[in-house]
DNA sequence: ACCTGAACACCGTTCAAGT
DNA sequence: ACCTGAACACCGTTCAAGT
């Protein structure tokens, strides 16, 4: 029975099906595999989309779009990257196998657009130089893209044998917190470290070249 | 011709090859590519590596053994971080694409045990909490790893359309500093903001919850 | 021990045929 | 307009056959 009287397939359809199976399988999804979950032979996707890699461009384009935050723009500067870069390691997060397909994203950054505004307009009212803007941002970036890949790796990083060898290195695991996953407290480590650093060089009269830098 | 008396494969060329292929066709290879870099018929590879994912996990070993960097024990804490930061980027930098195959990795860390161990020595000697080790060094990490994934952007990230819509963003690039790329500077800034609100840690006595955290 | 050619299942994609 | 089945080129992998 080809062609019912209503569509089996749309669009949105398809893209749902496609970020369930790679939510299921860890982030690959065969056109067959796809189709099959939709009930649907593979050459009946081709009616609505190009082909494999359009799929995973609106995989990217849907993932954007949850990253936008609102961000209040009378908010605390602190508050703002705080939140913004929790809700963009947060989105990650849920689907960290995904994350590749964000980093190679070229421009489609329209969705997020207006909360990277935000973001900007509060980092500025607080007093930074409009040079350092791009990288307050990308460092906001870098940290929860980071971040997020950590996701990926084992709580426990290191065989037993280099341990045994490693007097420090073992300290510092015997150490270490154990109240929050590794890749989860070390995220909200490093974005503290972040933001204290920007309060040192906000503190410090905004200094062109960064204090810290030539050593 | 079969069985030449000198073998025409082995292990350590095949992984050149397939690395040389990776950075060539930008982090794919198939089977049959590698085959024909090496001059050799695809099911000759088997006879050497079980399969596929034997060469990305060899690959990937290569890449660990890349990034373990001498570190002097005795040198000042800011320059290990700066410099560790900095070696793993680069490696990771020279090939972006197989950022991916590290994120992953399981434990493989065996090759970098011994500069992960200079590393927590000197930060310890420097005053860090045992508490704090394991959550500076990855968070040296989520930079790198971030830096690397964001070298994969394009230079320019915003559409125009987007850009008019968007006074502190726009008014952002235009001030944004061009002596050095997006991605270079911005993880050059990165570190230093780490570093920076390290010292300030430090500075406030080590305080065990970080003073910028409950906000 | 190691290279080869033939074969397999699977992949994404195309397209004429149906309604 | 939209689903189908048959077909294509390509992929990773296996294996008996060669030396």
Redesign the interface.
Known sequence: MPRPSTPKLSIDAIVDAAITLAEQTGGLFTMADLAAALEVRPSSLYNHVAGRAEVVDLIRHRMHEEMAVRIDPRA?W??VV?ESARAQRDALARRPWL??LL?????E??AA??S???I??VL?RAGF???????????I???????S??L???E????RD?LA?????S???????RDLP??E??????V??????????LAAGNPPA????P?
Chains 1, 2 share one sequence.
Request: net charge negative.
């Open positions: 605390d602190r508050t705080r994350t590749m980093a190679t994203s070229p421009a950054l329209g657009a207006s990277i505004e935000n900007a307009f500025s130089r409009d040079a350092d803007l791009l990288q307050i941002i990308t460092a970036d870098i940290v929860a893209i980071g971040a890949l950590d990926l790796s084992p426990r990083l290191y065989p280099v060898e490693s007097a420090s290195l300290r510092a695991l015997r150490h270490a917190p590794r890749a407290s070390a995220f909200v480590f490093a503290d470290l972040l933001i204290s650093g920007l309060e040192q060089r960064f204090p810290a830098s050593a």
